[in-house]
T-cell receptor, first 113, second 113 residues
């Protein structure tokens, strides 16, 4: 069984401030972890993925995430927020064999000018 | 390189009707998964197709069925539509040995009235 909890359904930051979106997971097998971004009325775009290599993962648009097994966390960060980062962000976990992804409920990021 | 495509973009149906949604996977991909994303929620796994067979299924009733064709494209069929079936339906494709790494299409917005 696998599950994802995203802490904070809404996060608001000022332009240029640090972005931190929290994700905790539960998995009975070593997980593969993902962050996706979804803009209004669009599908999901993969930001980054953890697949058991380096624990610090760099993605597109300046985002990165760190896998912490002891904390079962995979938080998403970006040093400096841009207005174009405003969107819905989803954390997801997949097991290695079946590929079924389980998603969190999402975090809406608002960026204030 | 064409990504995942879905048709139609939007669809309005009446309760009790049947609907078919279509998906073409990313070039080179052989596995297709379908997800339902209700408003304000994360995507929920419906089922996955590989080699024209349903390989995995989520907690969805038998009203939801699918098919995969020899060219790897896929259809999602929903019978006896309910108001609660209104959602964004997402298709994701992946390659057999990296089935956990999925690429999503833009989705089909289904509205049931």
């Amino acid at each position: 069984a696998q599950s994802v909890t995203q802490l904070g359904s809404h996060v608001s930051v000022s332009e240029g401030a640090l972005v931190l979106l929290r994700c905790n997971y539960s998995s009975s097998v070593p997980p593969y972890l993902f962050w996706y971004v979804q803009y209004p009325n669009q599908g999901l775009q993969l930001l980054l993925k953890y697949t058991s290599a380096a624990t610090l993962v760099k993605g597109i648009n300046g985002f990165e995430a760190e896998f912490k097994k002891s904390e079962t966390s995979f938080h998403l960060t970006k040093p400096s927020a841009h207005m174009s980062d405003a969107a819905e962000y989803f954390c997801a976990v997949s097991n290695t064999n079946a590929g079924k992804s389980t998603f969190g409920d999402g975090t809406t990021l608002t960026v204030k000018p | 390189d064409a990504g995942v495509t879905q048709s139609p973009t939007h669809l309005i149906k009446t309760r009790g009707q049947q609907v078919t949604l279509r998906c073409s996977p990313k070039s080179g991909h052989d596995t297709v998964s379908w997800y339902q994303q209700a408003l304000g929620q994360g995507p929920q796994f419906i089922f996955q197709y590989y080699e024209e067979e349903e390989r995995q299924r989520g907690n969805f009733p038998d009203r939801f069925s699918g098919h995969q064709f020899p060219n790897y494209s896929s259809e999602l069929n929903v019978n006896a539509l309910l108001l609660g079936d209104s959602a964004l339906y997402l298709c994701a494709s992946s390659l057999g040995d990296r089935v956990y790494e999925q690429y999503f299409g833009p989705g089909t917005r289904l509205t049931v009235t």
